[in-house]
C-alpha cells in the first residue's frame, strides 16, 4: 500500500453502512474550513509564510476527514469537534492579531500540525 493512497478520496462515499455517513459531512466541512481560517488568518500576514498555508488546507482536509469518521464511533467526540470549530470562529480576532504580530510562531505551529498530518498518514497506513 502507498503513502498516497492515502490521499485517493478526500470526501468519503456515505452510501450504504459507513462510518462517513452520520456525522461525516456535519463535522468534516466545518473542521475543513476552521483549519484553513486558522491557517490564513495566522500565515497569511506574512509572505514567507503564505506557502504553508497548503499544510493547514491538506491538513483540515484530511484530518477532517479522518476525525469525521470516528466521530461516527464515538459521537460525543462530534460535540468536541465543534466546539474546536466554534472556538476558531469566536476567538479569529484574536488569532488574526496574534498571526500579524508574530512571525516564527505561526511558522513552528504550521510546522507542527504538518508534523501530526504525516505521522497520523504513516500511522494509518500501518492498519
Not at 30 to 43: E, K, R
Amino acid at each position: 500500500m502507498s503513502v498516497f493512497s492515502y490521499f485517493r478520496s478526500p470526501f468519503p462515499s456515505a452510501q450504504g453502512f459507513s462510518p462517513y455517513r452520520m456525522p461525516g459531512v456535519a463535522v468534516h466541512i466545518p473542521l475543513l474550513v476552521a483549519g484553513v481560517l486558522a491557517g490564513f488568518l495566522l500565515c497569511w500576514p506574512h509572505s514567507i509564510l503564505r506557502p504553508l498555508l497548503m499544510v493547514w488546507v491538506l491538513a483540515g482536509l484530511y484530518m477532517g476527514r479522518d476525525l469525521a469518521i470516528f466521530c461516527h464511533y464515538a459521537p460525543p467526540l462530534t460535540l468536541v469537534a465543534l466546539a474546536a470549530v466554534m472556538t476558531v470562529f469566536v476567538k479569529a480576532p484574536s488569532i488574526a492579531k496574534f498571526g500579524a504580530s508574530h512571525a516564527a510562531i505561526p511558522a513552528v505551529l504550521s510546522i507542527a500540525v504538518a508534523a501530526v498530518f504525516i505521522v497520523h498518514i504513516y500511522r494509518s497506513r500501518k492498519r
